[in-house]
């Protein structure tokens, strides 16, 4: 599975941005599907966790502004980032784990300006 993830920018503190992370194939057996993101000088912090049928888990860090989903017509994960602060910069990356495999994709970078 390949991973393509699309929609990073600047964009000013308080604003919104949605990500799309679109696979090469079918998702909709895909076990997990994440987002992380990675600040620079930090580790990589999941952010996001969407399973097979489309539960979703948002971390206590971003619960209340960001929220994420899941299109199996058009395998498509998306994140949807609102109230962004300037800490929310940083690279985001979409992940998938399926059968003992994991994938990742090229990262876009978000930056939030004070």
């Known amino acids: 599975v390949q991973l393509q993830a699309y929609g990073g920018g600047l964009v000013e503190a308080g604003g919104s941005l949605r990500l799309s992370c679109v696979a090469s194939g079918s998702i909709s057996d895909i076990d997990f599907m994440a987002w992380y993101r990675q600040a620079p000088g930090k580790q990589r912090e999941v952010v996001s966790m969407?399973?097979?049928?489309?539960?979703?888990q948002i971390p206590d860090s971003v619960k209340g502004r960001f929220t994420s989903s899941k299109d199996n017509v058009k395998n498509t994960i998306y994140l949807q980032m609102n109230s962004l602060k300037p800490e929310d910069t940083g690279g985001y990356y979409c992940?998938?784990?399926?059968?003992?495999?994991?994938?990742w994709g090229q990262g876009t970078q978000v930056t939030v300006s004070s």
């Open positions: 992940y998938a784990w399926d059968d003992g495999n994991e994938y």
């Open positions: 969407i399973s097979e049928n489309g539960d979703t």
